[in-house]
């Protein structure tokens, strides 16, 4: 949660206490929140959730995830804006446990520091070990620190959805 200048508002928190509830609650079980910032301009928030689920997110879901967030801040008078997006096909991957379950997918880990004299590194995911994410890439296995990456996301290969889809039916 990013909120500027250090104090959170009482807005802030009960955005943040929707936002985490939300997976709990039985119309949204099946979600799963990637993230949610909070951002002050002037006089008015910035409210953005990322939302994903098994098989991708529907325009439908993320209006029902707006309802429910605009529904339990109408107490507040602040104004705000509010974004609800998927995560989508290059989902970011924001803790351990994305690691292992996005394993065998391709992916594009952003370090701050270098490693094998690089801060950008793509290939497949090999999971988790210990304290390091393990990608496999042509050259071997390059395991990278987790305290050390910025940003990690799955890389959607377009031709390699079409050459399922076309193998799929040719096999009808």
Known sequence: MVEPYGEKTLFAEAFERVVHALPHEPAFRDVEVVGATVHRHRQSSALHVTVDREGGVDITTCERIAARINAALDAFPDPYTLEVESAGLDRPLTKPSDY?????????????????????????????????????????????????????????????????????????
């Open 100 to 172: 292992d379950r996005f394993a065998g997918r391709d992916i594009k880990i952003v370090t701050t520091l270098a490693i094998a004299n690089a801060k950008t590194h793509r290939g497949k995911l090999d999971g988790v070990r210990g304290t390091n994410v393990i990608l496999a890439r042509e050259s071997g296995e390059l395991p990278i620190p987790i305290a050390v990456i910025k940003s990690a996301n799955l890389e959607y290969d377009v031709r390699a959805d079409l050459q399922r889809a076309k193998q799929r039916e040719k096999n009808r």
